[in-house]
């Protein structure tokens, strides 16, 4: 498996605002990672998405397997192509649809309360099992990242994967969308200004997409405070961002204490100010 982007495909993110499925993950590291996963809900009694606490938020702050995994060479070797070689991990969140749940996401833009300057974030989107039409895969609107951040409000929050239920306020010409299909093993790369949605689980299995949010070192933080990043390739000669404590150990005392105020530092971050770059 090979995670270098070609410059036709980096063309083609800059241009749409999307590129991939690109295949990374090898047979043997997805049943690695959905079997570690899996066996961390089965001790917690729940999916990630349903424990209290923010446990599918910064997951990599908890598991020494989700650390490993925001590292993988083949997933920053993608990155790099796109946004260079000093690269910070901004978020992460475990988008986990289970069969017949209803669960959706809003028509919405990543960046909306990231407070992120210049505008350069970029998702990669890593399936751990198969992204499908049936299963509610990401629908994306081809180029609308070049319109920079728009507005948003609030919507519906029930059955909304989003945590504030946050949607764009103007209409959506669905007809211009296009289904982002992403094989388990595979990933997806999207640009924080891009609109994209996702809708219900309606296949047998369930849908596990890990959305692992990377940042040029360059990129600031203009909202109230600081947040902390973890440097994950590269050098970081900016500073902008308190470092990450990596767990030592899944689920330690010291990893739940720092996760906890990880997650209360970025949530409270998003009544900041809220940057409005244009995209590059």
Not at 8 to 20: F, H, I, L, N, P
Not at 69 to 79: K, W
Not at 234 to 241: K, L, P, S
Request: some cysteine; aromatic content about 8%.
């Amino acid at each position: 498996m090979s995670g270098s982007l070609s410059e036709t495909q980096a063309e083609q993110y800059r241009d749409t605002g999307q590129v991939g499925p690109v295949p990374i993950l090898s047979v043997e590291d997805v049943a690695y990672y959905r079997s570690k996963m899996e066996a961390a809900e089965a001790a917690l009694g729940d999916p990630l998405s349903r424990v209290p606490g923010q446990f599918r938020a910064k997951t990599h702050l908890l598991y020494t397997w989700m650390d490993e995994l925001v590292r993988h060479p083949g997933i920053l070797d993608a990155v790099e192509s796109l946004i260079g070689p000093d690269i910070l991990l901004y978020h992460l969140t475990c988008w986990i649809k289970e069969p017949g749940d209803g669960s959706y996401v809003s028509w919405h833009q990543d960046g909306t309360y990231f407070n992120l300057t210049p505008a350069e974030h970029v998702t990669a989107w890593v399936a751990l099992s198969d992204a499908t039409l049936e299963s509610g895969c990401m629908r994306m609107l081809p180029g609308s990242h070049r319109a920079g951040q728009q507005d948003h409000e609030q919507g519906p929050t029930v059955g909304n994967l989003l945590s504030n239920g946050q949607q764009l306020a103007l209409d959506i010409d669905e007809s211009k969308a296009i289904d982002i299909v992403v094989p388990n093993g595979s990933v997806s790369f999207h640009h924080t200004h891009i609109v994209h949605s996702s809708g219900p689980n309606k296949s047998d299995d369930r849908r596990i997409g890990i959305g692992i949010s990377y940042i040029p070192t360059r990129v600031r933080f203009v909202g109230e405070g600081r947040v902390p990043a973890a440097l994950v390739r590269g050098r970081d000669e900016f500073g902008h961002f308190d470092p990450e404590e990596r767990p030592t150990a899944d689920l330690d005392e010291a990893a739940r204490i720092f996760h906890a105020s990880a997650c209360d530092r970025f949530f409270a971050s998003h009544g900041s100010k809220r940057t409005e770059s244009a995209p590059t």
